[in-house]
């Protein structure tokens, strides 16, 4: 078995968040609600990296900070309409999801 990291973030509609997940090339794998009326809780993928979205008060901070390397970040930022930063580890783009969770997504530096 491959081990796997799985960061969660707390989002108010997972549903919703799924949609501005999907412009950074996440797909939503599956979903689960214990029952109707229920927070609801996503499995999303994009390539190698998993995401879960947990509308479940308590399963993780609002706010959190994550960072991403990608392959194409010219790619992510023409989709966001943000500027590239230049650091010296990699070319980055700063972005916040509708929840407030922040994301911080580089190609590395030949």
Do not use: C
Request: aromatic share 10%; proline share 5%; hydrophobic share 40%.
């Amino acid at each position: 078995m491959t081990e796997e990291l799985a960061p969660v973030l707390y989002v108010q509609s997972a549903a919703s968040s799924a949609t501005w997940y999907a412009r950074l090339g996440f797909e939503v794998q599956g979903e689960h609600r214990f029952a109707d009326g229920l927070p609801l809780y996503m499995f999303l993928r994009r390539g190698g990296v998993i995401l879960h979205l947990s509308e479940h008060q308590g399963d993780a901070r609002p706010g959190t900070l994550l960072y991403l390397y990608v392959e194409d970040v010219d790619t992510i930022a023409a989709e966001f309409d943000v500027e590239i930063t230049e650091q010296p580890w990699a070319r980055e783009v700063h972005l916040i999801d509708p929840d407030g969770n922040r994301w911080r997504i580089g190609e590395r530096k030949a």
